[in-house]
């Protein structure tokens, strides 16, 4: 008994929060996608302030002064809102004619609800209204109430005699109360000095007589503030187009998605059979229906077995039924059958019995040799040394071979989203509706296989909103497989090149592609331990949400960066046209590299041509390379493609073709770092309104600084160490 016991506490106490996250504040428990303190611990957008100024701490919504006195995962939140009162005082003539206040969530994604809130008001010489906003629109509502004496009030109905109820309208997210009195209160001040008005909880709130005479007993005199009920949902999109549309679809595994009722979004549910929390990744765990038999329906001489989202009933060797409490149950058979046809049973059994014994033989040696190949697939694969790795860090980044089967109907044809040096790409759907994209290595050398794993593993730690965001990944079949999120509008290749999509991109696009894939790569480089240079920089690599939103994506040939190494010596890999020629010279990988590459996406972006043409003139097939010749020409304004020169500003342009120039030096240490790359970019994003060149002297200076780098670009040396590289790269591509 102590076993179950135990094990059935443990699963009482599944996880509410990421790990290494505060499940409470105070005493409130904060569920994920609620959290508070580290950015990792919440949603965005949905994260929670724990005050410690009060003992025991008290969670906040973000940065509002709403209380949360308890969140429900079904898409509500109990907080407390201010009463606001009006209180006359005959004989200092004290008397304040109108009260006005106000509430407001505006920007987070919690509306009031109207199913669990009334507006109250409470007085005997009262009018209030409340005006929500909603879609900018105001809604008035309200009631007024006159009322003589005590004696017509009567405890615990509001209906109007000294105390009136209405409903809200649906989806406010501020409202304005409003509250003032007829006749000043001079007909009732003998038992009714105040009147009150607020939203509340309407499960919460009785009415009693004394609450007119000012004791107002239901709430806290200090806080002056009472109970309401607030909506939640994810915002912004609907089940039907969240799983396709959302690229931080909240849903986990064994999980179901449902619209939240006002419209606000939608929620997630764990399926039936399963529990937890829905908002992880890793999702929902299965219920073991059978550690309790309140949990199943299973006689008690029938065999419980727990099954993923189920259960099933069965009975012990010697009896028959269903071994369901109201079905059939365990029986023994019936005894009296007459000796032929207890012959002809027993033959049949049998026969049966042999039929079954050698089909379960054949199926267990079947089933272990499945499971001894996926056991040598997963050892292949590195995946103890993973399992190892993600001990440590709590991710839970494992599906099955069969998950991905089934999410990519076979690896079909039709879902192919691309092809690599090192995988195939797929598009598929995991059963809780989720899109992802499915990368399917090339079978992967032994060697490398640490490598390879490290790289999951910190790739999988990776939060950075311009870095495709890895999944999981499945270990246990033939070649590793990696899912990631999908990114819906394809490759910047694709918008730049391809035939009925060129000159599509605006300038400012452009710039901000440019500004969020340099954030990514400067992260990559200095904010994370180790680095990881990515090693293939292209505008193939680059993927494209709806909105133009970069996300830098293929880290196959990524290398990480042992801290004690500024640079690692490699076999030279990576995309002609991009490829950096003083590491393709030397094989000495560095940070460079990255910024080699990053250079000639940024003149890819400016001229709207492809990194290698080899149908063009000898001197135009490298774009890299033509590029700087013809900024030592002075000759640029011809390749800039059209688009590009209508819509930039004319110093923009300018700066940016001089930051691509430093970025394709020859040498690696003249190339600025990724960081530099960046930080330049986003100020010349904001060139034309803060002229801050003009302002801030150290900048200027750094500007002329740059100045002589660019005539650094134009030297002899220069020139001729690149036609040299450029004639083995092509005959290397051939
Ligand atoms: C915590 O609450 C106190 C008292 O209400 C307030 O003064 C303080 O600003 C709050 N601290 C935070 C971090 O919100
Ligand atoms: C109303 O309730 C209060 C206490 O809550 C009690 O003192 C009072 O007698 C009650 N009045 C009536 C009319 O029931
Ligand atoms: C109520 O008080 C206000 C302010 O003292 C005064 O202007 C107003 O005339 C009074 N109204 C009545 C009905 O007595
Ligand atoms: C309340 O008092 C005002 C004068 O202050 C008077 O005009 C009015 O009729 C009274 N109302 C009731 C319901 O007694
Ligand atoms: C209101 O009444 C209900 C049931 O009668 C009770 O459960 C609840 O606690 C009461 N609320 C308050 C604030 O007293
Ligand atoms: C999702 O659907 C809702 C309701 O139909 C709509 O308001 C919203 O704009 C849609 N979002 C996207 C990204 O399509
Ligand atoms: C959530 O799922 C459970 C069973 O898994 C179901 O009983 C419940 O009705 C669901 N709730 C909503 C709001 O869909
Ligand atoms: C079985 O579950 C029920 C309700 O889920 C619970 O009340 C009961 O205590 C549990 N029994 C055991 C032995 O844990
Ligand atoms: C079995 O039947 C009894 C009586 O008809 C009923 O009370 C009980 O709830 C049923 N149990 C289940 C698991 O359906």
């Known amino acids: 008994m102590a076993l179950p016991v135990l094990l059935l506490q443990f699963l009482l106490s599944l996880p509410i929060s990421k790990a290494g996250c505060e499940e409470k504040c105070g005493d409130i428990p904060i569920p994920y996608p609620f959290g508070f303190g580290n950015p990792n611990c919440y949603r965005k957008r949905y994260d929670v302030t724990c005050n410690h100024t009060f003992t025991p701490p008290k969670p906040f919504i ?56 009334k507006f109250t008001a409470i007085g005997c010489d009262t009018v209030s209204y409340i005006t929500g906003t909603r879609d900018g629109r105001g809604f008035t509502t309200g009631c007024s109430m006159v009322c003589s004496d005590q004696q017509s009030l009567g405890n615990g109905s509001c209906s109007g005699m000294g105390c009136c109820q209405t409903s809200i309208q649906k989806g406010f997210k501020m409202f304005v109360v409003e509250l003032y009195s007829l006749y000043n209160h001079t007909n009732v001040s003998n038992f009714n000095p105040c009147s009150y008005a607020f939203m509340v909880d309407s499960e919460w709130f009785n009415f009693s007589v004394p609450d007119i005479l000012g004791y107002m007993g239901f709430y806290n005199r200090n806080e002056k503030m009472v109970p309401a009920v607030l909506d939640w949902a994810i915002e912004k999109y609907t089940c039907e187009n969240a799983s396709s549309s959302d690229p931080n679809y909240a849903c986990g595994k064994n999980s179901e998605c449902f619209n939240s009722p006002n419209g606000l979004g939608y929620l997630c549910n764990c399926s039936q059979g ?31 077995t727990n099954t993923p989202g189920s ?54 040696i079947q089933h272990r040799r499945q499971k001894k190949r996926k056991e040598n697939f997963f050892q292949q694969n590195g995946g103890l040394l993973l399992r190892q790795l993600l001990s440590s860090h709590d991710a839970n980044v494992e599906f099955t071979e069969e998950e991905l089967e089934k999410a990519t109907h076979n690896y079909d044809k039709s879902l192919i989203l691309g092809r ?50 890895l999944l999981g990944c499945c270990l246990d079949s033939e070649v590793p497989l990696l899912v990631y999120e999908f990114i819906t509008n394809g490759t910047l290749f694709h918008h730049i090149h391809d035939e009925g999509h060129k000159s599509s991109i605006s300038w400012d696009n452009r710039l901000r592609i440019a500004t969020e894939t340099a954030k990514a790569i400067a992260h990559l480089h200095s904010a994370v331990t180790p680095p990881i240079i990515h090693r293939d920089i292209k505008s193939a690599n680059i993927l494209l949400d709806d909105f133009f939103k970069a996300k830098v994506s293929d880290f196959g040939a990524s290398r990480l960066v042992p801290l004690d190494h500024t640079q ?69 304004l011809n390749i800039l493609e059209d688009r590009v020169l209508h819509e930039a500003d004319k110093d923009q342009l300018c700066e940016v073709t001089k930051l691509a120039c430093r970025c394709l030096s020859m040498k690696g240490e003249e190339r600025p770092t990724m960081k530099e790359v960046d930080r330049e970019l986003e100020g010349f994003r904001g060139f034309d309104n803060h002229p801050w060149v003009e302002h801030n002297h150290e900048e200027a200076e750094y500007l002329l600084g740059e100045q002589s780098n660019l005539q650094r670009c134009s030297t002899a040396e220069y020139d001729s160490s690149l036609r040299g590289h450029v004639a083995i790269s092509l005959n290397n591509g051939r």
């Open 62 to 117: 973000s940065n509002t002064n709403y209380e949360i006195l308890n969140i429900s995962p079904l898409g509500q939140l109990h907080t407390k809102t201010f009463v606001t009162y009006d209180c006359y005082d005959q004989e200092k003539d004290r008397s304040i004619n109108r009260v006005r206040s106000s509430f407001g969530l505006v920007d987070l994604p919690y509306t009031f609800s109207d199913t669990k809130n």
């Open 274 to 304: 399963y529990q937890g929390n829905p908002y992880f990744d890793h999702g929902c765990q299965d219920i073991d229906e059978c550690m309790n038999s309140t949990m199943n329906d299973c006689s008690s001489s029938g065999v419980c």
């Open 311 to 364: 259960y099933t009933c069965s009975c012990p060797p010697g009896t028959r039924g269903d071994g369901r409490e109201n079905g059939s149950g365990c029986a023994s058979p019936p005894r009296n059958l007459s000796q032929l046809i207890q012959v002809f049973l027993g033959i049949g059994f049998g026969i049966l019995f042999l039929l079954f014994v050698s089909s379960w033989l054949y199926w267990g």
């Open 420 to 469: 690599g040096g090192y995988g195939t790409v797929y598009k598929g759907t995991l059963p809780n509706n989720k899109i992802v994209a499915i990368k399917k290595s090339k079978i992967v050398d032994e060697s490398q296989v640490e490598q390879f794993i490290n790289e999951v593993v910190i790739l999988s730690q990776i939060e950075h909103e311009n870095v495709v965001k």
């Open 568 to 636: 690692l010596t490699t076999l030279v890999q990576g995309t002609l046209g991009y490829l950096d020629p003083e590491y393709f010279q030397t094989s000495h990988l560095t940070e460079k590299s990255d910024v080699y590459s990053f250079g000639v996406v940024l003149v890819e972006l400016l001229t709207g041509r492809k990194a290698l043409e080899l149908d063009r003139p000898e001197r135009e097939k490298n774009l890299a390379i033509h590029f700087m010749n013809l900024m030592k020409e002075d000759d640029i």
